[in-house]
């Protein structure tokens, strides 16, 4: 069989089609729209970043002509879970389509490019193509839509903010944060103390021109190509079928072929959004030898609204089923649509809307996710089910044994799911839903619910009541046997209770429940309970204030939603030196040189280089146990299947199987002994990448365990197993001054490790050039130069036979240097050994498996400090959960040590720090470099500290910070004025005592809620971005920046580079690059001093004239350093940035959900080459680090296995984390003598800053805290998740939940 398959793609022309249309013949049903775009068509600019529809740089719109209704429809789609069988008839565009620099660009890719919302530029391409449907659809959109369109987009490195700012240039009233209700717009230069009128010409408030964006004009997008409406008007509906090599697609267009089919492939899944069936395929292995999948069905897309109820059809996608109840909920009276209200407001949460698009509401119920978010509710609302087979129609209850399977009550297998019947709520029912997930959008709950509640006229006695829960089992499960037990009771707290205790002893968890967080789950199943009884004594209390006790002002708080509103900002910094002269980029918010590529797509990403020749695709095998001896490794299997080339083992690599990593050697490949999941045992080699990936599952590895089994550092410290050297900072004499202190203290803090989740996944493409031994090796990495090493030494070349180039990195924030050093190595070695290109590119599961991450790290402090708040003694332990290998575990400790005062004078101090070995895959550098777990851990014994003596946090860090002049505890000299600046303005800037007073005024009038306040201050020693490279050679060239074209870095064109990480990009490439500009200068002296109104091109042509070179190298080698371990002195560092965050939370304490309602930073970036780039480095650092001390969070097995290896399990934060309110300020320009043009390196520290969210959480918790009467000391540890939040609010929900005894189960996973 084969099918005949006509769809279109936008704008592109492709060899051998008419413009853009693409006939296919050979449709295999198993390949998805992204690999065939990005491999067949050869269409790059659609970006790989997780394959399971969590991240959405896959993003595509698909179009759609309807010929019953004669309409169009557009909508966001993600290409990696679309299978091309499902795209007959259907216009692709993808961003190539939209425009690109050799046509013209669309406004939409000038904007988010010209409004700096690209920094890698990885995850462009998905953000403008979700701008773009949306647009399509609302030409003029709100900023509600905007960000409900981006809220399945993810990006790493600008903290969203940015792209927010270019989204709003579409909106109506694009100048305007369209916040405040009162009409007042939060950019009022009064309300935000913005600088007065006669400071204007100095200070700036923008960081681009809206004046110059191109208009946006709908009549000018392309149109829906007409033969595919011809075709859908005219073409017989008949049933496409598509045969693969292993799988058939079944395509029934009518209902009757529809169940003709099923009644003969009755085993077959029918696919309809494909979000349920592709990931379990993908991810969990399940094949389907055949598909159904039903195409524009009517009878499976209706909508119906009778007297009684609501009849959806279950091929309408949410975001179908979205729309159709706001209309219903619009026209209903609102006693029957509480149903309605309660489903809607789970759909805005619920995935991104890419997903939601996809998805259908057939495909959400039928596939009884344990944590899908309607089944709940639906099994509450008398839901009924309308099935139809060959053998006819049948009704089913959505209910408990549905969710459950029950064969009884199950769909038999030949049957579909016409559509779902929900009945209006009555006047005396009412329903809710509740979810808390670890992230607000686009997460899978931890636990979620649907009640349903209903009186009879007039009354509070019970008369139905139905509770299901998600996330508690295997699916949902609904607490019958309690509801039926409440039957009859009064709607008052003493049912509350009795209710509670029936719903804990029927909703069970086992201690070792899959997905952990029992605790967290068991109080969230009575919260959610309190909620809800609240929420219907609240509302009886208004239809009937006679009689219905109703709720103290203050316990209604339960109720409100967390604070909202949309997005605001302001951004000041101070324009540059007027006497620069006007071409002088220095200073100027300049676009990334790339922005308009990475915009268009066009920006190549090393998977995006065209296919070599006879390319062979690499894919690993890795350990699956943590601490074993490899008894066998049995490759014959593997070997036997088609398309496999060879699989590289030690045996292969012997004598070049290790590299010195640092001071450690690594081996490359293990094959006795493997130390934790996720080591490389050996490489597939094969013709394609699927071959590759199919052989490396067969590949048979017999283990035998070895003990101990190490994960944690509590077990690390047992055992002993540590790094070496132990590292120990000492300044003062502690010992004595804790003779001398009034009080002492002792407290620890744990801190979790984070992913590094740039958006790329590792890539690498290996190219023997055929001559001389030559070879390329294209790679997304940090640090060429090291590559180029290891390739060199593993293939015994000599370095200068092997070229290693970097076009540009998708994110890398220090997790691509040395992992990515040994995974080239080893392609190298394939391809050298087979004579043919070789690519590797990791999966997102693969790469968060091998990669390792930040290090989790144990803080022990003991603190002696004197009753106003003077800390005088501080005595430290850090402990670093460094992995299997030493990798830069070392360092990370050092940096931690050297920079954990932060902005704090202990006068005697003591700090020893050690790196653990255990059996987790080996951590390594993440922006930041230990500085984020070391200013945690100072920070938190200092808020201790401050609670000990009664004073405020605030006061605590004012009183024992750096003085001007002063002396760091390694005796470099510091001069902290600039420290105190920010700290000063940052208090002002944030009104900080009159929102104080606000927030303990809130607290005290909310019981269920709390907000917190704090702020933290930073120095971050810098020495050892895109760099505004382009700058610098506009500036010293005095050329416009507009002639500068850079290119990738390669070890060709510069031999010796250092890693590009720690902060020092900017200084290290930027001063060399004014060297070379200099040394050009200088020769060309001559020739411009006798023409001197020439331009550039004759200056040129002269030097060719003259024989003069015009090409320079130029080189800065670094700032000098050093520091010594033995006396504890040194000069390790250039220079500090100083900068200070202030920010304020809500959280919700019967769920744990947080907010961040505002923050204001304040930074002292010396002179900023580029203010767009600086503030645009320190909001990217800022979430990230939001990220890393409230949301992220990883999770092992009690084997060493990660679970959270991709988006679905892993939160990094979305759109809809980043502050209601951000404010950046950068101080006046300060002059430096040592650094480029006075600027200071910015990629690392606002990471830091995002502690204060962890801080202004636990002001929060404290507020709550003391509230119910507990006034011990508060510890929490990092990240501080809805979880930890949750717990640490303890009342008498968490007194009320059973607790199991330790060591009396087997937790599902292990804190690290
Ligand atoms: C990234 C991501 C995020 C997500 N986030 C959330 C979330 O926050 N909350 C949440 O609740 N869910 C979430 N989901 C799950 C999502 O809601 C479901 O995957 C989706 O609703 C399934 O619909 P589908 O049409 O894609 O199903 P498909 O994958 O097409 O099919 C699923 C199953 O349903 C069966 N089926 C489909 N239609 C019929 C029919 N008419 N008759 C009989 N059988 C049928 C199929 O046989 C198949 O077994 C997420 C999923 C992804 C991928
Ligand atoms: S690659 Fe498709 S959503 Fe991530
Ligand atoms: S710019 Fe968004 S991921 Fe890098």
Request: aromatic residues 6%; charged residues 25%.
């Given at each position: 069989m084969c099918g005949h398959w006509p769809w279109k793609h936008r704008g592109s022309w492709l060899p051998g089609?008419?413009?853009?249309k693409v006939i296919e013949?050979?449709?295999?049903?198993?390949?998805?729209l992204l690999p065939y775009l990005r491999k067949?068509?050869?269409?790059?600019?659609?970006?790989?970043?997780?394959?399971?529809?969590?991240?959405?740089?896959?993003t595509v719109m698909i179009s759609r002509y309807n010929p019953t209704i004669k309409r169009i429809s557009h909508h966001a789609a993600n290409a990696c879970l679309?299978?091309?069988?499902?795209?007959?008839?259907a216009a692709v565009t993808t961003?190539?389509?939209?425009?690109?620099t050799k046509t013209r660009i669309h406004p939409v890719q000038e904007r988010i490019a010209k409004c700096h919302g690209?920094?890698?530029?990885?995850c462009t391409p998905g953000m403008v193509m979700s701008i773009y449907t949306l647009l399509r659809n609302?030409?003029?959109?709100?900023l509600e839509q905007l960000t409900d369109a981006l809220g399945g987009n993810l990006c790493?490195?600008?903290?969203?903010r940015p792209i927010i700012d270019a989204c709003k240039t579409?909106?109506?009233?694009?100048?305007?944060?369209?916040?405040?209700?009162?009409?007042?717009?939060?950019?009022d230069q009064e309300i935000n103390e913005l600088p007065e009128l006669e400071e204007v010409n100095k200070i700036?408030?923008?960081?681009?021109?809206?004046?110059?964006f191109l208009p946006l004009d709908p009549t000018q997008e392309l149109i829906f190509p007409p033969e595919l409406m011809i075709m859908a008007e005219k073409q017989p509906q008949r049933t496409r079928i598509f045969g693969g090599d292993r799988m058939t697609w079944i395509s029934p267009t009518t209902l009757t072929a529809l169940l003709e089919a099923k009644f003969k492939y009755p085993q077959a899944p029918v696919v309809m959004g494909n979000t349920s069936v592709g990931p379990e395929m993908k991810l969990k292995g399940v094949f389907h030898p055949v598909i159904i999948s039903p195409d524009g069905i009517e009878e499976l897309n209706f909508a119906n609204c009778s007297h009684n109820e609501l009849t959806l059809g279950a091929g309408l996608s949410l975001t179908q089923v979205k729309y159709i109840l706001g209309e219903v909920i619009q026209n209903l009276p609102e006693e029957k649509t509480r149903m309605y209200r309660a489903l809607l407001k789970h759909l805005r949460t619920l995935a991104g809307s890419q997903i939601r698009n996809m998805a259908s509401l057939g495909g959400h119920i039928v596939s009884?996710?344990?944590?899908?978010?309607?089944n709940p509710l639906l099994a509450v609302g008398n839901c009924t089910l309308n099935l139809l087979s060959k053998k006819g129609k049948r009704q089913v209850p959505l209910n408990e044994e549905f969710l459950r399977r029950s064969p009884s009550a199950d769909l038999k297998p030949?049957?579909?799911?016409?559509s779902v019947k929900i009945p209006h709520s009555r006047k005396w029912e009412f329903v809710s839903g509740f979810r808390q997930a670890?992230?607000?959008?686009n997460a899978l709950a931890v636990v979620n619910s649907g009640m349903r509640v209903f009186f009879g006229e007039?009354?509070?006695?019970?008369r139905e009541l139905s509770i299901s829960y998600g996330g508690v089992g295997p699916t949902t499960v609904c607490a019958k046997n309690s509801c039926r037990k409440l039957?009859?009771?009064?709607?008052n707290e003493e049912m509350l209770d009795v209710a509670c205790r029936l719903v804990l002893d029927e909703v069970t968890l086992p201690g070792?429940?899959?997905?952990?967080?029992v605790e967290f789950k068991r109080t969230l199943i009575v919260s959610f309970l309190f909620k809800f009884y609240l929420e219907v004594l609240q509302i009886l209390k208004r239809m009937d204030p006679v009689r219905s006790p109703g709720l103290a002002d203050k316990y209604e708080s339960a109720l409100e939603d967390l604070h909202s509103g949309h997005h605001c900002s302001t951004l000041k910094y101070e324009n540059v030196d007027?006497?620069?002269?006007?071409?002088?980029?220095?200073?100027q918010p300049i676009m990334h040189l790339s922005g308009i590529k990475h915009a268009t797509g066009?920006?190549?990403?090393?998977?995006?280089m065209p296919t070599v020749d006879q390319e062979l695709f690499l894919s690993f095998v890795t350990s699956?146990?943590?601490?074993?001896?490899?008894?066998s490794i049995d490759l014959s299997e593997a070997l036997s299947l088609p398309g496999v080339v060879d699989i590289v083992t030690e045996e292969h690599l012997r004598g070049v199987n290790s590299f010195c990593i640092l001071s450690e050697p690594e081996k490359l490949?293990?094959?006795?002994?493997?130390?934790?999941?996720?080591?490389?045992v050996c490489a597939v080699i094969a013709e394609s990448e699927v071959q590759a990936k199919q052989a490396a599952k067969r590949v048979k590895v017999v283990y035998q365990d070895l003990q101990p089994l190490i994960l944690t550092i509590e077990e690390a410290i047992q055992h002993n197993s540590f790094f070496e050297p132990e590292r120990k900072l000492e300044y003062g004499n502690v010992d004595e001054a804790f003779k001398v202190v009034d009080h002492i203290l002792e407290g620890e803090i744990h801190i979790g490790g984070q992913e590094h989740?740039?958006?790329?996944?590792q890539s690498m493409l290996v190219v023997p050039k055929?001559?001389?031994q030559e070879i390329d090796v294209y790679v997304s990495t940090q640090f060429p130069k090291y590559i180029q090493d290891i390739v060199a030494s593993t293939l015994k070349l000599?370095?200068?036979?092997v070229m290693c180039h970097v076009?540009?990195?998708?994110?890398a924030f220090g997790g691509k240097t040395y992992k990515t050093g040994i995974m080239a190595a080893i392609t190298a070695f394939a391809a050298n050994k087979h004579g043919r290109a070789v690519r590797c590119i990791l999966e997102r599961g693969e790469d968060m498996l091998i990669t390792g991450g930040r290090h989790p790290y144990l803080g022990k402090y003991k603190a002696g400090f004197m009753n106003?708040?003077?800390?005088l003694a501080l005595d430290m332990q850090h402990y670093s959960?460094?992995?299997?290998?030493?990798?830069?575990s070392l360092l990370v400790i050092e940096m931690g040590l050297l920079k954990m005062?932060?902005?704090?004078?202990?006068p005697n101090l003591r700090c020893r720090a050690w790196a653990c070995r255990t059996n987790l895959p080996s951590n390594t550098a993440l922006r930041g470099f230990g500085f984020p777990q070391a200013g945690l851990i100072t920070e938190s014994c200092i808020t201790e500290v401050a609670a000990r003596c009664g004073l405020a946090p605030e006061k605590v860090r004012m009183i024992n910070m750096y003085k001007e002049i002063d002396q760091t505890p390694y005796k470099q000299e510091i001069n902290a004025k600039n420290l105190i600046q920010c700290w000063k303005e940052c208090m002002d800037m944030s009104s900080y005592s009159l929102r104080k007073a606000a927030v303990e005024k809130f607290n005290s009038e909310n019981y269920w809620k709390k907000k917190g306040l704090a702020v933290v201050p930073l120095k971050f020693p810098v020495g050892l971005g895109s760099v505004a490279a382009g700058q610098v050679v506009s500036h010293e060239l005095r050329m416009?920046?507009?002639n500068i074209h850079l290119r990738g870095t390669s070890t060709e064109t510069v031999p010796n580079t250092n890693i590009s990480?720690?902060?020092v990009v900017a200084d290290l490439n930027g001063l060399a690059v004014k060297d070379a500009c200099q040394t050009l200068l200088k020769r060309l002296e001559p020739i411009i001093s006798k023409n001197?109104?020439?331009t550039w091109k004759d200056w040129a042509q002269a030097a060719f004239d003259e024989s003069i070179s015009l090409s320079a190298t130029g080189y800065f080698r670094g700032y000098e350093s050093n520091m010594s371990w033995e006396t504890?002195?040194?000069?390790?560092?250039?220079y500090f940035v100083y900068g200070a965050a202030c920010s304020e939370v809500e959280i919700?304490?019967?769920?744990?959900a947080h907010k961040n309602i505002r923050t204001d930073v304040v930074m002292d970036?010396?002179?900023?080459?580029n203010p767009a780039l600086d503030i645009g480095q320190i909001e990217g650092a800022f979430i990230q680090g939001m990220g890393l001390y409230t949301i992220e969070e990883l999770h092992y097995s009690p084997?060493?296995?990660?679970?959270?290896?991709?988006p679905n399990q892993y939160k990094i934060p979305a759109i809809?984390?980043?502050?209601?309110e951000l404010h950046i300020s950068l101080l006046p320009p300060s002059q430096s003598s040592n650094t480029l043009y006075s600027s200071k390196g910015l990629?690392?520290?606002?990471?830091?800053?995002?502690c204060s969210m962890f801080f202004a959480i636990h002001d929060a918790v404290n507020a709550a805290r003391q509230e119910r009467g507990l006034f011990g000391p508060l510890k929490l540890n990092s990240p501080l998740t809805p979880e930890k939040i949750r717990m640490a609010c303890e009342d008498k929900f968490t007194k009320m939940i059973p607790k199991d005894k330790p060591g009396s189960y087997v937790p599902w996973n292990v804190p690290i």
């Open positions: 089609a008419e413009d853009g013949k050979n449709v295999d049903p198993e390949t998805m067949k068509l050869r269409l790059t600019g659609t970006k790989y970043g997780c394959g399971t529809g969590g991240c959405g740089a896959c679309i299978p091309i069988c499902s795209l007959y008839g961003i190539e389509g939209i425009g690109s690209t920094q890698c530029g990885f609302h030409p003029e959109p709100s790493r490195c600008t903290g969203y579409f909106c109506k009233t694009s100048g305007c944060c369209q916040s405040r209700e009162n009409g007042v717009c939060y950019l700036s408030l923008k960081l681009f021109s809206e004046e110059e009884r996710h344990l944590d899908s978010d309607l030949e049957e579909i799911l016409i670890q992230r607000q959008q007039g009354g509070d006695i019970i039957i009859g009771r009064p709607w070792s429940a899959p997905g952990g967080r007027s006497k620069n002269l006007p071409q002088d980029p220095i200073g066009e920006a190549i990403y090393c998977d995006d699956s146990r943590a601490h074993a001896k490899i008894v490949l293990r094959t006795e002994e493997v130390s934790c999941v996720g080591q490389l989740f740039y958006m790329e996944t055929g001559e001389d000599p370095a200068n036979k076009k540009r990195v998708g994110g106003d708040g003077r800390i959960n460094g992995g299997a290998s030493l990798d830069e005062e932060n902005a704090y004078k202990f416009p920046i507009s990480g720690g902060s001197p109104q020439g504890g002195e040194g000069h390790p560092f250039e919700d304490c019967l769920t744990g970036v010396g002179c900023s080459i084997q060493g296995v990660l679970y959270t290896r991709g809809c984390d980043i502050p209601t990629g690392e520290s606002g990471i830091f800053l995002g």
